[in-house]
């Protein structure tokens, strides 16, 4: 059976037509915080570093201020160092940096804001690197590189006028990295399974050349 040909240009132009609606009412992407490169890997002994980024802050949101926690098992990584990066100081204005480590727990906090007050009428926009972590590898496994708790990872913005100025929440996503070295170790039923099944194939190896003989 021929198929018509106008049917399969009306079908055509409809579906462009949908694609391109739903192309032009696509919404704008929300603003995210995230462990870069997310997946990081090191022999023992050896240090790699790991960005903490944010991405589409708009100008109508401005950043201000922000802090996180980042958690990770102290028995395969260690934290030795975090340094602020480049984004609230691109604005031109002072800033203060913060930050503090624990490799018995397991956790980096740290935190930068605009520090000129008032504040001035615009914060930071658009993407780029809120802070540096350097680690190094003490341990073979993995970790994840998490911010572990919502209420520890604060984006903030500035609204007002002095002397009203008010700090208030930019909503945001969260994308944890990781860090691996070695593979998942094999669980000790796995193993006792395996040797089981092994004995069990010698076994009756030996038990059927025995028979033929």
């Given at each position: 059976m021929k198929k018509n040909p106008y049917w399969l240009v009306l079908t055509t132009i409809v579906m462009l037509s949908i694609a391109m609606a739903s192309v032009g009412t696509a919404s704008p992407a929300e603003?995210?915080?995230?462990v870069k490169p997310k997946d990081n890997t090191a022999e023992v002994g050896e240090t790699f570093t790991v960005n903490i980024a944010v991405t589409d802050i708009t100008e109508e949101e401005n950043l201000y201020l922000?802090?996180?926690?980042?958690?990770?098992?102290?028995?395969?990584?260690?934290a030795v160092n975090a340094t602020e990066g480049p984004f609230l100081k691109d604005t031109g204005y002072?800033?203060?940096?913060?930050?503090?480590?624990?490799?018995t727990i397991g956790t980096v906090d740290i935190l930068a804001t605009i520090s000129e007050f008032p504040y001035p009428p615009n914060g930071a926009t658009g993407?780029?690197?809120?802070?540096?972590?350097t680690f190094e590898a003490v341990g073979q496994g993995a970790t994840d590189l998490e911010f572990k708790e919502e209420d520890d990872t604060r984006l903030r913005t500035i609204k007002?006028?002095?002397?009203?100025?008010?700090?208030?929440?930019?909503?945001?996503?969260?994308?944890?990295?990781?860090?691996?070295?070695a593979g998942a170790p094999i669980?000790?039923?796995?193993?006792?399974?395996?040797?089981?099944?092994?004995?069990?194939?010698?076994?009756?190896?030996?038990?059927f050349r025995r028979k033929r003989a």
């Open positions: 603003p995210a915080i995230h922000w802090e996180c926690r980042i958690t990770f098992n102290p028995d395969i990584i260690n002072e800033t203060f940096w913060a930050k503090k480590m624990n490799n993407s780029g690197t809120l802070a540096t972590i007002g006028e002095a002397p009203d100025q008010y700090v208030y929440p930019i909503p945001h996503d969260r994308e944890n990295g990781s860090f691996r070295n669980p000790l039923q796995l193993v006792a399974a395996i040797v089981v099944v092994v004995a069990a194939c010698i076994f009756a190896v030996f038990y």
